[in-house]
């Protein structure tokens, strides 16, 4: 850790070396982030049961730095989705992002938070979380075992290093726009989609899409 | 076997006269009953022949004739086949059939289900609300008439697909992007939401008091909740901290297993089965290939029952011991117990994984056997858990939990249910059993090789939530004693019957199999029409089921104490709301 922390670039005196590091204010910002993320406790399905055992003592997660997970989503920088994604349960999801306090970060744990996974065509399931909030790693599987969410949680690590106070955007002037809650109707409904669903629904029926309907 | 279960040897047609008809299509049993004597027939049902437990309500929708039925199959909690009788009603809007709540409280959710699912309406129902989606939704999903939105083909494999081979999806072609659809005409900005004040107008009040006004204070635990073992959601009316009403809102993880189950082949269903109840997917496995099975006529070699048997007993170990973990998490002590829990498990995981290639999601069972034998050293490992690791482990947490000063305090006396309670709610499991009914379906109605193993059916009699525990402790010595019997017998041979297949041939009728799963009495209803698919697949979910009695058992009890007998009855959520 201290090597890539402490790339000078210029000589530090023999005397001095372990006792002064000199580094960039990035590094060591997002040293100190990688290292101390808190998940949400947040359990959606079967994937939530794996989740738990990374948790526990065979992978450890406090290993790195992440063994606190908070129910309070304003506690918290990550939301694993670990599990299915269900129409009824999405409007909630999006609310608990909305209120988790920036940077914050999404981890789409499994084949359905990442894409719906098998119980994809379902009518009460969500085509993958990232339809409503955006994500930042996405772990195959179903579900991933501990080892592929650790795998996971590292990527996101390597995420994090990436970034730069410079561009991130919460230190931006205005605070960042809440994801609009979606609302449950006659089927889900995300308010930024009205206009295509009122075209859809309002427009007379065409000839060809009778035919396709009565297909 | 299959006429021993199936055929009741009382003669409902002595006593009910023409109430009653046996129901004589081919591959079907029991009884059709005339709607208008549902209720008389069922209540002598209960009172004279002793059939007091309902285990399992759901509904059929027989599109092509025209017809719906509800399909009831009730048992005698001193145990015995199951009885099933039928209610069928004309296909016509709305489809009203007698409600049976007055008779078996437990009915209540059941029905609310079937009304949910299939647009059946219970007529005397206390409750009649949708259960699994949300009110306002289009539709009731399980009519074979309903589409959803990426609907493609009435059955798998789909022709785009298969066998041609080009890949092209319907989602692709979607307005959307999405998995929605819209009735026409409807518009979004000119729409009334539908509140859930059903639900807040459900709940009982606490009665006003002139002398001392009294604010009405509902709670909503959930679903985003440390305590909800998942998405699960309670509303909850206080009188002080004293819990008045409590209604279980659930739905959250409702992932439509029967809709898609009736789209796919009976092999196909298998993996889908692992994630009902995702903690213990060997036994949901049993319970369906043990239906299809009864259909099919087929028994799995000798090798295969005492496998199966030994997966079922570690899943049910390996649950409880989770169950116990998660449950002390509830009373507080967190993490800590759940920790030693969950290292325990990873030993019977690691068994799994050699075994069934998986940790959690094994898809192991199948129709005549199991997918593969026990790769070398395996049984080894077993026996090895079951005489040296396990008992030493049960010992070790008996020790640290059972006379703890706290978790008694905690649990003595809360959430109590008594005996008649808990059979006329259809609950099952440990919770069933906590309360002093020994009913346990390896002994009642005994599947599989059970009669043959030596072991006690785990029986409590306070019926609070330290019972609950305490049942669960005992169960996992009887498991063990089980797995130390099963290892020793195992013999050498073949684990499944004939080859396997693709596809499997059931012929047309239909079967209700069941086991004793770890949360409590799992069944699974298929109806088959002779073609490649269920024609209707339905899930008893026990941990479903058993929430019918989480109110009953809440009430009086503080706000603090609802979250333990929540913890106490041991829910999955995958298995609740299917
Ligand atoms: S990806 Fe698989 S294991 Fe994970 S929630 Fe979905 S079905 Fe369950």
Redesign the pocket.
């Known amino acids: 850790m201290s090597e890539s922390l402490n790339s000078p670039g210029y000589e530090i005196p023999d005397e001095l070396q372990g006792t002064v590091a000199i580094t960039t204010l990035d590094r060591i910002y997002n040293w100190g982030r990688r290292n101390s993320i808190w998940p949400m406790m947040f359990g959606?399905?079967?994937?939530a049961i794996e989740m738990i055992c990374t948790a526990a003592s065979r992978y450890d997660l406090a290993r790195f730095g992440m063994e606190v997970m908070r129910p309070s989503p304003r506690q918290t920088d990550l939301m694993i989705v670990?599990?299915?994604v269900t129409k009824k349960m999405v409007p909630q999801i999006v609310r608990l992002y909305n209120q988790m306090a920036e940077p914050r970060y999404v981890l789409a744990?499994?084949?359905?938070?990442s894409g719906g996974?098998?119980?994809k065509e379902g009518y009460n399931v969500v085509s993958g979380i990232d339809k409503y909030i955006p994500v930042d790693v996405y772990v195959p599987?179903?579900?991933p075992t501990p080892q592929a969410l650790l795998h996971g949680l590292i990527k996101l690590q390597e995420k994090i290093d990436q970034q730069s106070l410079k561009e991130v955007p919460w230190y931006k002037k205005a605070p960042s726009e809440p994801i609009p809650v979606p609302v449950l109707g006659p089927d889900i409904m995300d308010p930024r989609d009205y206009e295509k669903i009122k075209q859809f629904t309002l427009q007379p029926v065409t000839p060809v899409q009778e035919e396709e309907l009565s297909a | 076997m299959t006429e021993q279960t199936l055929t009741p040897t009382l003669n409902l047609e002595e006593r009910f006269g023409d109430w009653v008809t046996p129901d004589t299509r081919k591959g079907y049993e029991g009884y059709l009953v005339a709607p208008e004597h549902l209720i008389d027939c069922a209540a002598a049902l209960r009172d004279e022949f002793g059939y007091d437990y309902l285990a399992s309500l759901t509904a059929v929708d027989y599109l092509p004739d025209g017809k719906m039925e509800v399909v009831y199959h009730v048992s005698q909690s001193t145990g015995g086949a199951p009885l099933v009788f039928k209610v069928q009603v004309p296909r016509e809007d709305p489809v009203t059939v007698p409600s049976l709540v007055s008779v078996y409280p437990g009915a209540e959710f059941q029905e609310r289900e079937a009304w949910d699912l299939m647009g059946i309406r219970f007529e005397g129902h206390p409750d009649l609300r949708r259960i699994l989606m949300w009110e306002g939704f289009e539709g009731h999903p399980l009519r074979k008439d309903w589409k959803e939105a990426y609907y493609e083909e009435d059955t798998k494999p789909f022709k785009s697909r298969w066998p041609a081979g080009q890949v092209h999806r319907v989602e692709d072609t979607l307005p959307f992007g999405k998995n929605v659809k819209y009735p026409q005409g409807f518009d979004p900005e000119k729409w009334t939401p539908v509140e859930e004040e059903a639900l807040y107008a459900s709940l009982k009040r606490v009665p006003a008091d002139e002398d001392l006004p009294t604010e009405q204070l509902i709670v909503n635990l959930g679903p985003q909740h440390p305590s909800t073992h998942g998405v699960f959601r309670m509303a909850v009316t206080l009188d002080g901290e004293t819990i008045v009403d409590l209604k279980p809102v659930m739905g959250y993880l409702h992932r439509n297993h029967e809709k898609i189950g009736e789209r796919n082949t009976y092999l196909m269903n298998i993996p889908f089965t692992d994630?009902l109840d995702?903690l213990s997917s060997l036994s949901n496995n049993f319970g369906y290939v043990l239906a299809v099975e009864k259909l099919m006529g087929i028994k799995p070699p000798e090798r295969a029952e005492y496998i199966r048997v030994i997966m079922a007993e570690l899943t049910r170990i390996q649950n409880h011991l989770f169950a116990i973990g998660m449950f002390l998490n509830d009373l507080g002590a967190f993490f800590t117990p759940s920790l030693y829990a969950i290292e325990e498990r990873e030993l019977i995981l690691d068994t799994f994984e050699a075994v069934t290639g998986s940790r959690?999601?094994c898809n192991y069972m199948r129709f005549g056997g199991v997918a593969r034998d026990f790769p070398p050293g395996q049984l080894e490992r077993v026996r090895d858990l079951a005489f040296n690791r396990l008992p030493a482990i049960v010992d070790e947490f008996d020790a640290y939990l059972t006379n703890n000063e706290i978790v008694r305090a905690r649990c003595e006396g809360v959430g109590v249910l008594t005996p008649e309670q808990a059979i006329a709610y259809s609950t099952c499991g440990p919770v069933l059993r906590a309360s002093g009914v020994p009913y346990d379906l390896r002994r009642a109605d005994p599947y599989s090789i059970y009669d043959r193993f030596d072991f006690d059916v785990a029986v409590r009699y306070h019926g609070d939530v330290y019972d609950r525990y305490l049942v669960r402790m005992d169960e996992i010595r009887q498991s063990i004693r089980i797995l130390q019997q099963a290892v020793e017998q195992i013999p050498e041979g073949p684990v499944i019957e004939g080859k396997q297949q693709y596809q499997v041939r059931v012929p047309a009728g239909e079967a209700y199999g069941r086991v004793e799963g770890p949360k409590g009495e799992l069944g699974f209803y298929v109806v088959s029409n002779g073609k490649p698919n269920p024609w209707r697949y339905h899930v008893r979910a026990p941990s479903f089921i058993n929430l019918t009695a989480l109110a009953e058992m809440c009430k009086g009890n503080k706000i603090a104490d609802a979250v333990i007998i929540l913890g106490s009855i041991d829910i999955v959520l995958g298995e609740t709301d299917r």
């Open positions: 959606l399905a079967c994937c670990s599990g299915t744990m499994g084949a359905c938070a996974g098998p119980f599987g179903c579900p | 994630r995702y959690m999601m």
